[in-house]
């Protein structure tokens, strides 16, 4: 089944913390990226990969690392996590990046939690 | 700044009750404006592209339509299995993409 997976899918942890949230596609997806989803606000970008050890900052990467060392996986890294980074988050994938415009594919979302 | 606007926050509606979902933006050229549909606890789930004014989709009760400033959903004799957020996107020509704050609908059978 072609899909994009995120792990863990809920996460507590304290201010300070080093952690990592997974994803993983399987649709041999160029393109993929992370955003952070808060009530009101909409989705907002956080870091985008267009290929393998290309990535660039979205809207709010402030406090966030990426690294695209391999096509399928993108792993979010939040090397001190502060409870402003409380929040819905979610990986995507995208067939192709480049000059054309496809749909994205997304997880199934990871809710962190800091205190 | 590009900015994608949503209305209404939310809508209640019986089911067969037609409606419509707005989306406007202010974007420094358009390369596509996409339809997302999430239900509570999952990823967003993609339902249309439009890529220039005049253009419509359809996919069952919905219904895709663009002009120059604003995207329109209309759901056509809602079910309730059609309550959902309803997320609307555009991509510029920088390829950045800016999402809408969403619109939650519930239809009540």
């Known amino acids: 089944e072609a899909q994009v997976t995120q792990n863990p899918r809920y996460l507590i942890t304290v201010t300070g913390k080093k952690l990592t949230v997974t994803c993983s596609q399987n649709?041999?997806?160029?393109?993929m990226s992370w955003y952070r989803q808060d009530p009101g606000l909409g989705l907002r970008q956080i870091y985008y990969s267009m290929n393998v050890e290309v990535t660039d900052k979205g809207d709010v990467p402030e406090g966030y690392k990426v690294s695209r060392k391999e096509k399928r996986n993108f792993p979010l890294i939040l090397e001190s996590p502060s409870p402003n980074q409380t929040s819905l988050y979610f990986c995507?994938?995208?067939?192709?990046?480049?000059?054309?415009?496809?749909?994205?594919?997304f997880g199934p979302g990871t809710r962190l939690t800091v205190t | 700044e590009d900015q994608v606007t949503q209305s209404p926050e939310a809508l209640r509606l019986q089911e067969g009750e037609s409606s419509s979902l707005n989306c406007s933006y202010t974007?420094?050229?358009?390369?596509?404006l996409f339809w997302y549909r999430q239900d509570p606890g999952k990823g967003p789930e993609f339902l249309f592209t439009?890529?220039?004014a005049g253009e419509e989709k359809e996919k069952e009760r919905l219904k895709a339509t663009l002009t120059k400033k604003e995207s329109f959903l209309h759901i056509t004799a809602p079910k309730p299995e059609d309550s959902a957020t309803y997320l609307c996107a555009v991509q510029a020509n920088d390829y950045k993409l800016s999402f809408g704050a969403g619109t939650t609908v519930t239809v009540r059978a």
């Open positions: 439009l890529y220039s």
């Open positions: 649709m041999n997806h160029e393109y």
């Open positions: 995507a994938s995208s067939p192709r990046s480049g000059i054309a415009t496809y749909e994205q594919y």
């Open positions: 974007v420094s050229g358009l390369r596509g």
